[in-house]
């Protein structure tokens, strides 16, 4: 049988997942042991009792010097910039996309206005937006909203562009105008796209948070992984990692989970 | 009521002239079907009739008013394909247009008025024999019941003009004659001008009541772009097909049709031993 045609069954794929994760683990551990044997107080590879220590210190003890729990205090704050940049990403993301992709006109005049922008690396931008607005919240919402928006916009607006023109022709034929067209036609149907993009956009939006964060910050995840550098505290540094990575995989899960649910109509297609 | 008066009319995309003096009056009332070799402008016309193209020179009027320079809801539409909105369940698909029309800004209705529109389109619904089919989504329908939710659509608005754009190309044999009968039934209970392109004579010949054939007269590789298609055929139907009356003479198409199909174009089959 071909190699394109041979299909796992249902407990094989799951093992053969679990295989890359379990690997990881195992190599890492290994080369821990390897380095503690030769050095016990190693602190580039931690064993499992250090980071066991590590957050308990971090997830389960107060701050002697702020009396809050690190690990909560922390991901408060950095979900908080999140959740605010990539609110407004999604508003301006969600009418410029939708007007830009309907409007000839509005597309003649922003359309390679937007395309240029999105060019624009962000991060580049970060030490404006510093100048700017401070270095407090605003200038890392600030850049979370730049560096996503976007390209939001440009995926927005390629769907609506991408509906088929029968379908707003028959919309026409049914009285409808350029508001309610956006409104009943264009709108439900661009917003599983939306999740789709934002999902995408997540990876992007926690590099800006990150990035901000480690520059210029009293708080955060960001800021704490690299506050403790300065240590060498690998041990509070790759539980960091992977909280912040657990923490996009269950806004990934989030976000599939609503597509899902609110937009039955759109299941097995793209967006 | 809902007479076309096609005068003079061209359509040239830049260089390429694609329909030349296309004159042409439909009355009201009229199933015309327009055929054509593919890539014959018969499609480029029905956009021009529903308002999505316009009409390079020459003009369109529709009782008599010019016809407005984008679509509307006089003039129902089903095309082959991407008809409905695969976002809205059968309901909401024939809903849209009784929730969206005579408000510019309205989107959606409530209450008493929201109650009479989904009781109109439960029975457009029923009337296209989707009864039952309400709570699903297009995706879900087959071909056949996604052109008839189609159909619904477009005839809840009660347009004067319903222009069909291969409606039925892309169905099974069976299930075409099905939608034949109910577009048949459709065409004689409403008042509607019906104007069909289609790739198939004989449902041109059997649903329509004329039949109008698209042609290129010059038709060289080196003619094709500065001469367009003219009308070269208008034929109709005897003996007359008129809506809302029973037509005793006209076999029923959708009715066995082997008899019929042999010998006609198909030398080889009358050789056929046994046959």
Not at chain 1, 50 to 62: L, T, V
Not at chain 2, 45 to 57: I, K, S, V
Not at chain 2, 85 to 99: D, I, W
Not at chain 2, 133 to 148: D, F, I, N, V, W
């Amino acid at each position: 049988m071909r190699w394109i045609n041979a299909t796992p069954t249902r407990s094989a794929r799951l093992a053969l997942a679990l295989v890359p994760f379990v690997l990881v683990l195992v190599v890492y551990a290994m080369g821990s042991a390897a380095r503690l044997a030769d050095n016990p107080s190693d602190k580039l590879l931690p064993g499992l009792a250090a980071f066991a220590q590590a957050i308990e210190r971090m997830a389960f003890m107060p701050d002697q010097r702020t009396g809050e729990l690190l690990l909560v205090s922390d991901t408060i704050a950095s979900l908080t910039r999140l959740g605010a940049g990539l609110a407004i990403a999604t508003a301006i993301a969600l009418a410029t996309g939708m007007v830009l992709g309907m409007f000839p006109y509005v597309r003649s005049l922003l359309g390679s206005f937007v395309a240029v922008i999105s060019m624009v690396p962000p991060l580049a931008l970060l030490p404006i937006l510093f100048i700017l607005m401070g270095l407090g919240e605003a200038a890392k919402i600030a850049l979370i909203a730049i560096g996503v928006t976007p390209i939001l916009i440009r995926d927005l607006a390629f769907k609506v562009t991408d509906l088929p023109h029968e379908q707003l022709v028959k919309a026409q034929t049914l009285s409808a105008s350029s508001w309610q067209i956006g409104m009943r036609v264009v709108l439900p149907q661009v917003l599983p796209r939306l999740l789709t993009s934002l999902k995408l956009q997540l990876g992007p939006a926690w590099l800006f948070l990150i990035a901000a964060e480690a520059i210029s910050s009293d708080s955060g995840l960001g800021y704490r992984i690299f506050l403790v550098r300065r240590y060498l505290s690998m041990d509070i540094i790759f539980p960091y990692v992977a909280w912040i990575t657990l923490l996009a995989v269950i806004m990934n899960l989030l976000l599939d989970w609503l597509r899902w649910g609110a937009f039955p109509w759109a299941r097995g297609s793209a967006g | 009521m809902s007479e076309i008066v096609i005068s003079d009319v061209w359509k040239e995309y830049d260089e390429q002239i694609v329909l030349e003096q296309i004159s042409l009056t439909i009355a009201p009332r009229a199933f015309v079907a327009l055929v054509g070799p593919s890539g014959c402008g018969k499609s480029t016309f029905l956009r021009m009739l529903l308002g999505d193209e316009r009409p390079t020179r020459g003009t369109i009027t529709l009782d008599g008013h010019p016809l407005p320079s984008e679509p509307g809801p006089d003039r129902g539409v089903v095309f082959q394909k991407y008809s409905v909105f695969p976002h809205l369940t059968v309901l909401g698909n024939v809903l849209l247009g009784l929730e969206l029309q005579g408000s510019s800004v309205r989107i959606c209705l409530r209450g008493e008025a929201r109650r009479r529109a989904i009781d109109t389109a439960r029975e457009m619904i029923a009337e296209v024999g989707l009864a039952g089919s309400e709570t699903k989504y297009p995706a879900q329908l087959s071909g056949g019941m996604q052109q008839r939710l189609a159909l619904a659509q477009a005839l809840v608005m009660r347009p004067k003009v319903l222009l069909l754009d291969e409606p039925f190309g892309a169905l099974d044999p069976g299930i075409r004659a099905d939608i034949h009968v109910l577009m048949r039934r459709l065409w004689h209970e409403t008042a509607l001008t019906v104007v069909m392109v289609t790739h198939d004579m004989r449902e041109a010949f059997t649903l329509a009541n004329r039949v109008i054939a698209f042609e290129r007269p010059r038709d060289r590789p080196e003619e094709r772009e500065r001469y367009g298609a003219r009308l070269s055929q208008d034929i109709s139907i005897w003996p007359a097909r008129l809506a809302g009356e029973p037509d005793p003479y006209s076999p029923d198409r959708d009715g066995p049709i082997l008899s019929e199909a042999f010998s006609r174009d198909d030398l080889a089959l009358e050789t056929v031993p046994g046959d």
